[in-house]
């Protein structure tokens, strides 16, 4: 299946690298830079990912609201980007930033903090 | 969309809070524990997930072979379990393990090691 790529000004060396879903997107994985704590999982079609690597704030692809979103654009809780990897199998990035407040919608620091399936503490 | 979900023994109160792809997958995100290196990401049905909960080994399902997939089951490259999060909308679950040997097929030790898109020591 052909990926819907939409137009973009991202570098073609790395477009050309990209594996991404039906939907044109790759997975996109927000760490935090020093702790390593992983805060988030969004998307990025090609533009969102040219943003992120050339405005230095995290940009996603909403996929329910079908715009671009730049983190922390209406919340304040930015996500200021250090590094960008693209993983072996190019279909998702990670995304090392400085977040400011909050990750997640919740208010918690990051989207995985409330709902633990197991905990083996000491295993 | 209905994700088609395979029958799995997995826990019903936790089923019934995992938004699924079409394809009835979650997003899995594996985690050294201690280091925080985000070692790889996958995907998960929910039988892979309650093996995952319950064997104390990482499986995750294979979009390409379309089979579970033990993590170092023919490498030796295991994943021992230590902990298990859903994230805030049910999409992604983040797996925090001891990784034996490299997470990434390549040989590297994680999936992210090999392409950086950006970086900004200091920045």
Known sequence: MTARVRESAL????????????DGLVCAIAQQ????????VAWMDDEALHR?????????????????WVKGATSGHVQQVHEVRLDCDGDAVLVVV???GAA???????CFDADVL??????
């Open 33 to 40: 830079h020093g702790t390593g704590e992983v805060l988030m």
């Open 52 to 68: 992120t690597l050339t405005t230095g704030r995290a940009t996603y692809w909403s996929r329910s609201r079908e715009e671009y």
């Open 98 to 100: 400085d977040q400011t």
């Open 104 to 110: 997640c919608h919740t208010g918690e620091r990051t």
């Open 11 to 22: 570098d073609p060396a790395i477009a050309a690298r990209l594996k991404r879903t039906p």
């Open 118 to 123: 197991l905990t083996s503490n000491g295993a």
